[in-house]
């Protein structure tokens, strides 16, 4: 009987401690992202210009009726061609409307 007591009071005092390392652990993994989330934000901000610019050229071949294959046909021409916007590009998902640049840093 005493022994099942002091597990228990065992286990009441462990508790906090180990919901402390857990939070802890839980904080800086919340750090870690935050940081890379600000580092991406800083870069599209660097880029504004362009980003916006690659932005608007998508649109404006939506707008026009440009399917998905069609839009990946045209920025892989203007890759291969050196268009200095379109190389940013590396990636698309058009199901989801994104679409992935690659942005350096200054």
């Known amino acids: 009987m005493r022994q099942a007591v002091r597990a228990q009071e065992e286990a009441v005092r462990s508790r906090p401690l180990r ?6 652990a839980r904080l800086k993994e919340l750090e870690a992202t935050e940081a890379r989330l600000l580092d991406a934000a800083r870069l599209v901000e660097c880029h504004s210009d362009a980003v916006d610019k690659v932005l608007l050229v998508l649109r404006s071949a939506i707008a026009t009726g440009a399917d998905w294959q069609t839009l990946d046909e045209y920025i892989r021409k203007e890759q291969a061609g050196g268009n200095p916007l379109a190389r940013m590009i590396t990636g698309s998902k058009w199901s989801d ?3 992935t640049l690659s942005l350096e840093d200054p």
């Open 19 to 24: 919901v402390q390392r857990e939070n802890e």
């Open 97 to 99: 409307n994104k679409v």
